[in-house]
């Protein structure tokens, strides 16, 4: 069973399930092609491939485009089903860090053929986490910057303003179409700079004032 670790806490959280939006940042939309989207694009990761900061990405033996996407976080602290928008804000737990790593190659095939994603999104290592801030600790502005290095280069940085759906919109759409419950964890979507990464090198990403992760490719 994969958990959330909490900073300044021991208790740990059995995780749900991961939702994750794709697209959530016009210019990463552009920078692979794709339309920017009237509504959020949604996919799930299974809680099987969460890893999490100190632990080691292991590069899948079937994709050779392996790609970073640093992304904020949600933990949803209650059970939600067609939430108002306040209800929304108020399920939102606590923040983390996360990168949801993507097998581009393997993605862009599956997409030429009208295949889900899925094999793309839900290999083992693939959803990075770091520990996670209870939202009563932390005020996100969304003025915070988001940003990742490989091999201390950097690759992405941008405001977390510039995300289309903010949190809480997230929220409630996703709430929409699914229950969403205590435990559960939505990935918000990457901004732009996304880019392969090789074998042994490390990736280092956060968001400023809230949290941070480091990670190995293997």
């Known amino acids: 069973m994969k958990t959330i670790k909490i900073k300044n806490s021991k208790n740990e959280i059995s995780i749900g399930k991961i939702v994750c939006v794709g697209r959530n940042y016009a210019e990463h939309a552009k920078e692979l092609g794709n339309e920017v989207p009237e509504k959020p694009v949604v996919f799930l990761k299974p809680a099987s491939a969460v890893i999490y900061s100190?632990?080691?990405?292991?590069?899948?033996?079937?994709?050779?485009?392996?790609?970073?996407?640093?992304?904020?976080?949600?933990?949803?602290?209650?059970?939600?089903?067609?939430a108002s928008l306040k209800d929304a804000e108020?399920?939102?737990?606590?923040?983390?860090?996360?990168?949801?790593?993507?097998?581009?190659?393997?993605?862009?095939?599956?997409?030429?053929?009208?295949?889900?994603?899925?094999?793309?999104?839900?290999?083992?290592?693939?959803?990075?986490?770091?520990?996670f801030v209870l939202r009563d600790d932390y005020n996100l502005s969304l003025d915070e910057e988001i940003f990742l290095t490989v091999n201390d280069?950097?690759?992405?940085?941008?405001?977390?303003?510039?995300?289309i759906f903010k949190p809480a919109?997230?929220?409630?759409?996703?709430?929409?179409?699914?229950?969403?419950?205590?435990?559960d964890l939505i990935f918000t979507g990457t901004?732009?700079?996304?880019?392969?990464?090789?074998?042994?090198?490390?990736i280092k990403a956060g968001i400023e004032g809230l949290a941070e992760l480091t990670t190995k490719v293997i």
């Not at 280069?153 to 995300?163: A, F, P, S, T, V």
């Not at 997230?170 to 435990?183: A, D, I, K």
């Open 54 to 82: 100190g632990d080691n990405i292991i590069y899948p033996s079937f994709s050779e485009e392996m790609h970073h996407e640093v992304e904020l976080v949600l933990l949803i602290g209650s059970k939600i089903k067609d």
């Open 169 to 183: 919109e997230l929220v409630q759409y996703l709430s929409s179409l699914m229950t969403l419950e205590e435990g």
């Open 90 to 131: 108020n399920a939102i737990a606590a923040y983390g860090v996360g990168l949801d790593m993507t097998l581009r190659d393997v993605q862009s095939k599956l997409k030429s053929k009208g295949h889900p994603w899925t094999i793309a999104k839900c290999f083992d290592t693939s959803a990075v986490l770091s520990e």
């Open 191 to 202: 901004p732009k700079g996304v880019c392969k990464v090789s074998k042994s090198d490390v």
């Open 153 to 163: 280069e950097e690759r992405q940085r941008d405001k977390l303003n510039k995300m």
